[in-house]
C-alpha cells in the first residue's frame, strides 16, 4: 500500500520562517529569500514529502519540468 506523508500547514510554516530567518541573517536580498521559500513551498507540493527526503536526482527532475 501507497502513503503518502503530509506535514502540517503550522510545520511547513515554520520551516518557511526558518528558512526566511536564517537568509535574512546571511544579508540574502527580500528576492532571494522570497525565491528560496517559493521552491521550498512548491517542493513539497511536487513530491510530497518532507524536504529533507528530497534527493539531488529529485530536485534536478523537479527543475526540468519547472523548464518545460
Known amino acids: ?24 541573517l546571511r ?3 527580500k528576492k532571494t ?5 517559493y521552491v521550498a513551498k512548491n ?3 511536487y513530491y510530497k514529502k518532507p524536504l529533507r527526503k528530497i534527493t539531488t536526482q529529485e530536485i534536478r527532475e523537479y527543475l526540468f519540468d519547472k523548464q518545460k
Open 1 to 24: 500500500m501507497y502513503h503518502i506523508q503530509t506535514i502540517s500547514p503550522n510545520l511547513m510554516a515554520n520551516l518557511i520562517h526558518i528558512i526566511n530567518k536564517e537568509l535574512t
Open 27 to 29: 544579508n540574502y536580498s
Open 33 to 37: 529569500i522570497n525565491a528560496y521559500t
Open 43 to 45: 517542493l513539497y507540493t
